[in-house]
T-cell receptor, first 113, second 115 residues
Framework: AQSVTQPDIHITVSEGASLELRCNYS??????LFWYVQSPGQGLQLLLK??????LVQGIKGFEAEFKRSQSSFNLRKPSVHWSDAAEYFC???????????FGTGTKLQVIP | IAGITQAPTSQILAAGRRMTLRCTQD?????MYWYRQDLGLGLRLIHY???????GKGEVPDGYSVSRANTDDFPLTLASAVPSQTSVYFC??????????????FGPGTRLTVL
């Protein structure tokens, strides 16, 4: 069965510092991968997605993610974090057929001044 | 455009009571989903619907039922609530065109407490 692992439950970074959130997936074929962000008290919003093609994917709000098949990873990055990036981030993989996705357990990002 | 609306925003419910969480979308998406979000467990799929008139079970369907009488509405019913159903519930929808996995759009959530 498909699965997603986000090994970091909580990460704290300073404003202006770079960020990398880790995501590892388990899937037998070419995966459909997503990163979603959840601001406090809100629903989830799509940051970016990977289906095929260029392994470096650009998303909204200055985020990017790189698909590495050899490492079964899809890490999310941002070169300079802003205080407004404080949120919870979820990696997800298309699973089980036809639009269903499996979400990771999330990484909560704290940004300090 | 409102996107997805959910009602109620929050609810405290006595165990054993019946409860329906409402979800309405105005994007004419074919697919709709119900998730529950619990600390440390992320989002888990309860039920889904690929098109009006059809529904399917997700990862944690027990104790929940859904219906999809039309494109816009996808209510989730707890027939007899139990404390383990205390959670935040999110409704989502997506297009089904293109033959691949499409972006899911989420509602603001319903916080349910079962005592």
């Amino acid at each position: 069965a498909q699965s997603v692992t986000q090994p970091d439950i909580h990460i704290t970074v300073s404003e202006g510092a770079s960020l990398e959130l880790r995501c590892n997936y388990s899937y037998g074929a070419t995966p459909y991968l997503f990163w979603y962000v959840q601001s406090p008290g809100q629903g989830l919003q799509l940051l970016l997605k990977y289906f095929s093609g260029d392994t470096l994917v650009q998303g909204i709000k200055g985020f990017e993610a790189e698909f590495k098949r050899s490492q079964s990873s899809f890490n999310l990055r941002k070169p300079s974090v802003h205080w407004s990036d404080a949120a919870e981030y979820f990696c997800a993989v298309g699973s089980g057929g036809y639009q269903k996705v499996t979400f990771g357990t999330g990484t909560k990002l704290q940004v300090i001044p | 455009i409102a996107g997805i609306t959910q009602a109620p925003t929050s609810q405290i419910l006595a165990a054993g009571r019946r409860m329906t969480l409402r979800c309405t979308q105005d994007m004419r998406h074919n697919a709709m989903y119900w998730y529950r979000q619990d600390l440390g467990l992320g989002l888990r799929l309860i039920h889904y619907s690929n098109t009006a008139g059809t529904t399917g079970k997700g990862e944690v369907p027990d104790g929940y039922s859904v219906s999809r009488a039309n494109t816009d509405d996808f209510p989730l019913t707890l027939a007899s609530a139990v404390p383990s159903q205390t959670s935040v519930y999110f409704c989502a929808s997506s297009e089904t065109s293109g033959g691949s996995y499409n972006e899911q759009f989420f509602g603001p959530g319903t916080r349910l407490t079962v005592l």
